[in-house]
C-alpha cells in the first residue's frame, strides 16, 4: 500500500529543492504553477525507502510540521485527485478558501472534531493518516473508527 507525504513548501525554504529531485513529487495545486507559487504549494510525494526526502521529513521536517502522511489503496494520482477535493473550505463569512487540511496544526483539530459522514472524503481511497503531535513531535496515527477518527500516539 502506498505511503504518500502531504507536504506543505510554504513551511522551510529548504523544502521545495528537496521536492523537486523526486520522482512523482506533484503540487495538489492544478495546472502550471507560477514559480513563486510552486515553491510554497501543497505537493504530494510517495515515501520511498531509499528516498533523501523521507530521510529529511523524517529527521528534520516531522517536528517542523512540513506535513502529514497517508496510506492509501489507490496510486499517487488517484489519491491526488480524491485530496484535491478536500482542498476548499466555506468561511464562516460565507466565502470560499484554501483549507490547508495538509499542514498538521489544521488537520489534527478539524479530523478530531469530525464526525460521521463529514469522515467519508477524507478516508476513501485513505486508510490511515500520520501527523506530529503540535507540542511533543510524537506520530500521531489517525484512521477510521465507525463514526469517528481514531487517534493514538506510535512509537
Known amino acids: 500500500m502506498p505511503h504518500f507525504a502531504l507536504i506543505d513548501a510554504a513551511r522551510d525554504d529548504a523544502i521545495y529543492n528537496l ?12 495546472g ?8 510554497a504549494a501543497p505537493y504530494i510525494v510517495e515515501l520511498r525507502p531509499e528516498s533523501p526526502f523521507r530521510d529529511a521529513l523524517q529527521s528534520y521536517g516531522w517536528p517542523r510540521a512540513w506535513g502529514i ?33 495538509y499542514d498538521p496544526r489544521v488537520w489534527l483539530p478539524f479530523i478530531s472534531a469530525s464526525q460521521g459522514a463529514e469522515l467519508d472524503p477524507w478516508f476513501d481511497p485513505i486508510t490511515d493518516y500520520w501527523a506530529p503531535h503540535p507540542r511533543s513531535g510524537a506520530t500521531l496515527r489517525i484512521s477510521r473508527n465507525g463514526a469517528t477518527a481514531r487517534i493514538t500516539t506510535e512509537g
Do not use: K, W, Y
Open 69 to 101: 502522511t497517508c496510506h492509501s489503496t489507490a496510486e499517487r494520482a488517484a489519491t491526488r485527485r480524491a485530496l484535491r477535493r478536500n482542498m476548499q473550505a466555506m468561511l464562516p463569512s460565507g466565502q470560499v478558501g484554501l483549507f490547508r487540511f
Open 19 to 30: 521536492l523537486i529531485r523526486e520522482p512523482g513529487a506533484e503540487s495538489l495545486f492544478a
Open 32 to 39: 502550471t504553477l507560477d514559480p513563486e507559487l510552486a515553491r
